[in-house]
């Protein structure tokens, strides 16, 4: 089985065309990082808010656990049916994708802003706060950098979390690593199914370094022992 799984990864018709590896690999990426990046638009300013503000927290925190408990699949399903009588075009399908994602990705944000800047050192508030710093001069210059850490933290799990999910993407017909999954499937090609999981595991592992790289950089080296715990 291994060596069945090997020659389809390294079959050169596999890397070459439409819907090769390299082109479904794109479409996965696209339809992950719009999630990403509408998730985190969403997620960072609410999390910002209640981790400042301390108001709000239960309301966060069943929010967080509701979303976590979505049932990926038949979200997908339900948003596909309510849509595409109302839609056209590959939007129809595009759109019930990005909403499951987005859903997904955003409960590690908004942990992760929330918890990032409640674990800030109240004695650098109270510096900030007898320097003369406004409450959004303490968030943003104090508060923030601070919870980088945790915020980078979450980001990254809504990452991996997005690309693992992304692949039900071609449940409703679209394009992405899970395509190899669906049709593999369909034809009963095992290597083709087997191959296209790892390619997806070897994409979030990649994707993950490249986060932590950015991590890296962003972050102030003093606080790089807040970012390994």
Known sequence: MIA??????????NWSGAGSIP??????????FIALV???LIAIPIGLYVGHTGRGRVVLVNIVSAFRAIPSLGVLFIAALLLLPRLKGELAFELPSLIVLVLLGMPPILSGVYAGIQQVDPAARDAARGMGMTG???LWRVEVPCALPLIFSGLR???LQIIATATIAAVV???????????GQAN?????MAGGAILVAVLALLVDLVFAALQRFAVSPGLAPAARR
Request: glycine share 8%; aromatic share 8%; hydrophobic share 40%.
């Open 4 to 13: 069945t799984i090997w020659a389809w990864l390294t079959d050169p018709a």
């Open 23 to 32: 082109d479904q690999t794109l479409e996965h990426l696209r339809l992950s």
């Open 38 to 40: 509408v998730a985190a």
């Open 136 to 138: 959004q001069q303490r």
């Open 157 to 159: 799990s809504s990452m």
């Open 173 to 183: 017909g679209l394009g992405g690593l899970g395509r190899f999954l669906i049709d």
């Open 188 to 192: 009963r090609k095992y290597d083709e």
